[in-house]
Each structure stands twice: as structure tokens, then as C-alpha cells.
């Protein structure tokens, strides 16, 4: 069974940074994408960063400039650098994994809160 442990959120100041983190564990599929998704109340999921099979990244052009995604496959982890958060950041942020030949992130990580103060 496909397990995440995610880690990092909190409550920050506007301007300030945070790491998010997603330990997988049971994934036995060859993957097509990570990605880290967002959703505020009232608001659709937004695919936020992914991250490919030769390490190409994308953004969502709010977040281009601030967050970097990355992997560190030996350690089975997902990162979201956050810098310069705005209060508009506020979400839940959800790590997700694509399959190879998928059109869609169908696993998922259960979420953690990101709260940036004004």
C-alpha cells in the first residue's frame, strides 16, 4: 500500500520560508510525476509544482520565482521549498504522485496546513 508521511507546515510570518516534506513508502509502479497540490475552502485543488521523470520542473505562474520543487530519491522524499509566502499561500498543501501512461495524480498524501500571517 502507498503510504505519505508529510511534514514542515505551520503558521509563518508574510516574507518568510518554509520546507514542506513527503516520505513515500509502497510504491512499486514506475512514476511519471511528483507534485504538490494546494486547496483553500471554497476554491478548487491547484497543482502547485511537479517535478518529472528527468527533473524538469513546473510551476503555477503564482508561485514561479518562490517555491522550488525537488526530490531526494535515495531518502524516498518530496520537497517544497516555500520562500517569500504571501497570506494568499495559506492552503493545505497535498504531495501526490502520478503513474507513468496516467493522465491524473491518483495518490495522494493526507494534507498539511500552511497558515502565513499578514
Known amino acids: 500500500q502507498v503510504q505519505f508521511v508529510e511534514s514542515g507546515g505551520g503558521l509563518v510570518q508574510a516574507g518568510g520560508s518554509l520546507r514542506l516534506s513527503c516520505a513515500d513508502s509502497g510504491i512499486t509502479f514506475t512514476i511519471g510525476a511528483f507534485g504538490w497540490y494546494r486547496q483553500v475552502p471554497g476554491r478548487q485543488r491547484e497543482l502547485v509544482a511537479a517535478?518529472?521523470?528527468?527533473?524538469?520542473?513546473d510551476y503555477t505562474d503564482f508561485v514561479q520565482g518562490r517555491f522550488t520543487i525537488s526530490r531526494a530519491n535515495a531518502e524516498n522524499t518530496l520537497y517544497l521549498q516555500m520562500n517569500s509566502l504571501k497570506p494568499e499561500d495559506t492552503a493545505v498543501y497535498y504531495c501526490?504522485?502520478?503513474?507513468?501512461?496516467?493522465?491524473?495524480?491518483?495518490?495522494w498524501g493526507q494534507g498539511i496546513q500552511v497558515t502565513v500571517s499578514s
Open positions: 517535478i518529472y521523470e528527468g527533473g524538469v520542473t
Open positions: 501526490a504522485i502520478r503513474q507513468r501512461g496516467s493522465s491524473d495524480y491518483k495518490y
